[in-house]
């Protein structure tokens, strides 16, 4: 076996590093050592080449799609899924007046990569949706193998969603040329020991908040709480320089900013500081009534479609999501003041499933080795 193929460097992780294994790491990680093989005309390529690795957070899917990319010797794009959804967007848009840009778009791809390795695949979006429908067909015609970690199986994603119709041909491009592989050991790996760094702190009344004596800690140049700009628009903030920003919650996720924006938050800040974060769980509201702007006091049914029960907070609380998957991926540390513990943030909700991952992340935020702390 090759040193670098991803079955050995997975080994030498348990052997050297301390890593301690289980079995369902194995069978996923023995499921990407074929894909390498496949890929490096160790054995032929087949067409169910791909890997799907889906599970509950913290079990390492991540870690073992990395260490699978580092290995490989053919040319390869490893992208959190929405940074390429991005991309996705940008490009046909651009592709504008091309017969079939989806296709084209595709073709491009297959010329520049071998393999497209995707960090956390959700579908929350009808519009992302649609385009996926068709985009993961054409990406896998043109050749193009897809590893990719989940939290669900391809058949639940999306799964409420809107037309969901329109998705499910790209759920059977999935099934059909990527080997799904369910990735629960039963431990949450982020959660293992480590030195702590506290980057969470429950507010007392009447009391200094712990965050202006982090944010002076962090600041390096000249402060100013002038807004910042954060694509087109002023996000208010308490105090930024030219290394850590520090903003209410409400200021940043109570408005209407993007994943888009916090891709550019952490491309211009090393730290983030959010004070004055509310408990984000509560009851779930009677759905409405989605209808057009036509309705007035009559239900037309043709056209009708229930909304989701969702929360008071909902909103605010799927850009906190989106902050803290970004914030996380860069290792961007997130410094939060709440108004109750971290493990009481969500608690019930329509996004309890999504929010998993987010408290699991938030977690591992407290230990000294992310973000390369010491």
């Not at 080449?49 to 053919?74: I, N, Q």
């Not at 079939?100 to 960090?119: G, K, M, T």
């Not at 293992?192 to 009391?207: F, H, I, K, L, T």
Request: net charge negative; proline share 4%.
């Amino acid at each position: 076996m090759e040193a670098n193929a991803p079955l050995a460097l997975y080994q030498q992780a348990i052997a050297v590093h301390g890593f301690v294994s289980d079995a369902a790491q194995l069978r996923a990680v023995e499921q990407l050592q074929r894909c390498y093989d496949a890929l490096h005309g160790n054995v032929a390529l087949n067409v169910q080449s791909g890997v799907y690795l889906w599970g509950p957070v913290g079990r390492g899917k991540t870690w073992l799609m990395d260490m699978f990319h580092r290995s490989l010797r053919v040319p390869a794009r490893r992208q959190h899924f929405h940074h390429f959804m991005r991309w996705v967007h940008v490009r046909l848009f651009q592709l504008n007046g091309t017969a079939d840009p989806l296709r084209a778009l595709a073709r491009e791809l297959s010329e520049e990569v071998r393999v497209l390795c995707f960090d956390e695949l959700f579908v929350g979006d009808i519009g992302d949706a649609i385009i996926l429908g068709r985009l993961f067909r054409v990406m896998f015609d043109e050749g193009v193998v897809i590893v990719a970690t989940s939290n669900q199986p391809p058949a639940q994603l999306y799964f409420d969603g809107f037309n969901r119709e329109r998705f499910l041909p790209a759920i059977a491009a999935m099934e059909q040329h990527m080997e799904v592989i369910s990735v629960d050991g039963g431990a949450d790996h982020r959660l293992r020991p480590g030195a702590a760094e506290q980057r969470y702190w429950v507010s007392e009344p009447d009391a200094d908040g712990a965050l202006r004596s982090v944010f002076d800690a962090l600041a390096q140049g000249p402060t100013t709480s002038e807004p910042a700009l954060l694509g087109r628009r002023p996000l208010l903030v308490v105090r930024r320089s030219e290394s850590a920003i520090w903003c209410r919650f409400a200021a940043l996720c109570g408005e209407a900013f993007s994943a888009l924006d916090f891709i550019e938050l952490c491309d211009s800040y090393s730290s983030v500081l959010l004070s004055d974060v509310p408990r984000l769980g509560s009851e779930q509201r009677d759905a409405r009534i989605a209808r057009g702007t036509e309705d007035g006091a009559a239900r037309v049914v043709a056209g009708d479609r229930e909304l989701p029960r969702l929360a008071a907070h909902d909103d605010s609380v799927r850009r906190f999501i989106a902050l803290v998957d970004e914030c996380y991926d860069r290792g961007v540390p997130l410094y939060l003041e709440a108004r109750v513990p971290l493990d009481e943030l969500y608690t019930q909700g329509y996004l309890s499933f999504a929010f998993r991952r987010t408290l699991s992340r938030l977690h591992e935020m407290q230990l000294s080795r992310f973000g390369g702390a010491n």
